[in-house]
C-alpha cells in the first residue's frame, strides 16, 4: 500500500467549475500536510498547507479528517491557468521537510 | 524562480555507469534535498544534507551517496546506473531552524537523466 495515494485522473472540467481532489495516507503518526502544485514538465511548488481546521485561501479550501486520515483540496470557478497535477504531501512532526509526496492528481481546464 | 539551480537539466547514460548531479541551494539555506521523479509518479525522497551531514535517507539503495558543501550547495552521486534509474531528480532547500516543518521546500528545475 502507497503511504500516499491519490486518484491519477486526469480531471477534464470546464472553465469556472468546481473540482475536489481526495487523498489519503497510511501513517497515522504523520502530523503536517500540503498541497502542491506541479505544472508540466516543472518543479513542484507548494500550494497550501493544511490544517485540521480547515483552511482556505482565494478558490482554494483545504480540509483535513485525522481520523480518517484523509486530506481534500476544492477549487472552486475553475481557471484555465489552475491546469496542472496535484501533489498530496504528508510529513512526520520533526521530519524536518522529509516530505512524502502522492502519485498527483491531473487536473485540465478547458474552455 | 525559485533560486534553487541544478546541473545538468539533461543527460543520457548507459547502464553500469556512473552520474554526478549538482545543486545550488537557495541563499540562506542550510538544508538541500534530493527527490527522484519517475514519470507518472510523485516526488521520492532520496536522502537529505544539513551541515555536510546525511540527515534522513528513504528506500534508496547504497549506490545512491551525496555531499554537501560548506555553501550548502550538494552533489547526488549514482554507481551501477540501471534503467529504473531514469527519472527526474530534483533538488529541494530550506532552512532548518526557521519552521523546520514549514513543508515549503523550494525546488530547482529538475535533472532529467536517462539510462539506455
Known amino acids: 500500500r502507497k503511504e500516499v495515494e491519490q486518484d491519477p485522473g486526469p480531471f477534464n472540467v470546464p472553465e469556472g467549475a468546481t473540482v475536489a481532489f481526495n487523498c489519503t495516507y497510511s501513517?497515522?503518526?504523520?502530523?503536517?500536510f500540503f498541497w502542491y502544485r506541479q505544472d508540466c514538465r516543472k518543479e513542484p511548488k507548494l500550494l497550501m498547507s493544511?490544517?485540521?481546521s480547515g483552511n482556505e485561501d482565494g478558490r482554494f479550501t483545504a480540509q483535513l479528517n485525522r481520523a480518517s486520515q484523509y486530506i481534500s483540496l476544492l477549487i472552486r470557478d475553475s481557471k484555465l491557468s489552475d491546469s496542472a497535477t496535484y501533489l498530496c504531501?504528508?510529513?512526520?512532526?520533526?521530519?524536518?521537510?522529509?516530505?512524502?509526496f502522492g502519485t498527483g492528481t491531473q487536473l485540465k481546464v478547458e474552455l | 524562480e525559485t533560486g534553487v539551480t541544478q546541473s545538468p537539466t539533461h543527460l543520457i547514460k548507459t547502464r553500469g555507469q556512473q552520474v554526478t548531479l549538482r545543486c545550488s541551494s537557495q541563499?540562506?539555506?542550510?538544508?538541500v534535498s534530493w527527490y527522484q521523479q519517475a514519470l507518472g509518479q510523485g516526488p521520492q525522497f532520496i536522502f537529505q544534507?544539513?551541515?555536510?551531514?546525511?540527515?534522513g535517507r528513504g528506500n534508496f539503495p547504497p549506490r545512491f551517496s551525496g555531499l554537501q558543501f560548506p555553501n550548502y550547495s550538494s552533489e547526488l552521486n549514482v554507481n551501477a546506473l540501471e534503467l529504473d534509474d531514469s527519472a527526474l531528480y530534483l533538488c529541494?532547500?530550506?532552512?532548518?531552524?526557521?519552521?523546520?516543518?514549514?513543508?515549503?521546500?523550494?525546488f530547482g528545475e529538475g535533472s532529467r537523466l536517462t539510462v539506455l
Open positions: 529541494a532547500s530550506s532552512s532548518r531552524g526557521q519552521g523546520a516543518d514549514t513543508g515549503e521546500l523550494f
Open positions: 501513517n497515522s503518526a504523520s502530523q503536517s
Open positions: 493544511v490544517y485540521s
Open positions: 504531501v504528508v510529513s512526520l512532526t520533526g521530519g524536518g521537510n522529509k516530505l512524502t
Open positions: 541563499s540562506g539555506h542550510n538544508t
Open positions: 544534507y544539513y551541515r555536510e551531514e546525511e540527515n
